[in-house]
């Protein structure tokens, strides 16, 4: 196993935890996070989750977009709890600036959905 997939699968307990905690407080929790879609467009996303789809994505209120959206945790970076009393929808929705390393991301994100 890689060092890159040895930091992606931290990365991706990390999140699944990071979502747990918000789960238990909906009310109150949101999740900010880095997000590489399968287009390879990294952008910043402050998402109220609903539920786990399966054991590789989550189902949640994304408050920049207005509607529910699955988010894989592969794509997902950086994810922190946050107040949710602190966001207002619809929030702007933040395109970051992406790497190489992200198209392959974005491709292995392709190949899984």
């Known amino acids: ?17 990071v979502v747990r905690q918000a789960l238990q407080n909906t009310d109150d ?12 467009i990294r952008s910043r ?3 109220s989750p609903i539920r ?4 590789d994505r989550f189902l949640g209120l994304c408050l920049s977009r207005e509607e529910p959206r699955q988010f894989y945790l592969s794509g997902c970076s ?5 107040n949710a009393g602190d966001y207002l ?3 702007p929705m933040l395109t970051l600036e992406s790497s190489p390393e992200s198209a392959t ?6 190949t899984q959905g």
Request: proline share 2%; net charge negative.
């Open 1 to 17: 196993m890689s060092h890159f997939e040895t930091d992606a699968k931290r990365e991706n307990l990390r999140t699944r935890q």
């Open 29 to 40: 929790l949101v999740i900010e996070f880095e997000y590489l879609d399968s287009k390879g």
């Open 45 to 47: 996303r402050v998402v």
């Open 52 to 55: 786990f789809v399966s054991g």
């Open 78 to 82: 950086n994810a922190q709890l946050q």
């Open 89 to 91: 929808m619809p929030l």
């Open 105 to 110: 991301v974005a491709n292995e994100l392709q």
